[in-house]
C-alpha cells in the first residue's frame, strides 16, 4: 500500500503565502515525478506544477513566478512554496506522484487533496 498524505492548506489572504507538502510512505522503491494539481469549484482539475526525479520542473503559466515546486532529501516528499497569492488560486490541491512498488510495479497515486482559499 502507497500513501501521499498532504498538509499546510489553509485560508489566507490575497499576497500572503502558503506551503504544502505531499509525503509519500508504504511499500515503495522508487519514485518518479510528483506534482500538484488544483480543482476549483465548477471547474476541472488542472497542472499546477511538476517535478521529475532529475529536479527538472515546469508549471502552469498563471503560477510562474510565484510558485515553486520542490522535493525533500528524501524524494518521498515534495513541497509547493506559493507566494503571492491570488483569490483565483483557490481552490482544493492535490498531491499526485508515479509511484513503482518494492516490486517493480507502477501505479499513478493521488492525495486527499488540501483546501487553499485566498480571501481579497
Known amino acids: 500500500q502507497v500513501q501521499l498524505v498532504e498538509s499546510g492548506g489553509g485560508l489566507v489572504q490575497a499576497g500572503g503565502s502558503l506551503r504544502l507538502s505531499c509525503a509519500a510512505s508504504g511499500s515503495i522503491g522508487s519514485i518518479d515525478a510528483m506534482g500538484w494539481y488544483r480543482q476549483a469549484p465548477g471547474k476541472q482539475r488542472e497542472l499546477v506544477a511538476i517535478i521529475n526525479s532529475g529536479g527538472t520542473t515546469k508549471y502552469v503559466d498563471s503560477v510562474k513566478g510565484r510558485f515553486t515546486i520542490s522535493r525533500g532529501n528524501s524524494k518521498n516528499t515534495v513541497y509547493l512554496q506559493m507566494n503571492s497569492l491570488k483569490p483565483e488560486d483557490t481552490a482544493v490541491y492535490f498531491c499526485?506522484?508515479?509511484?513503482?512498488?518494492?516490486?517493480?510495479?507502477?501505479?499513478?497515486?493521488w492525495g486527499q487533496g488540501t483546501q487553499v482559499t485566498v480571501s481579497s
Open positions: 499526485n506522484a508515479d509511484i513503482f512498488s518494492i516490486w517493480n510495479i507502477h501505479n499513478n497515486y
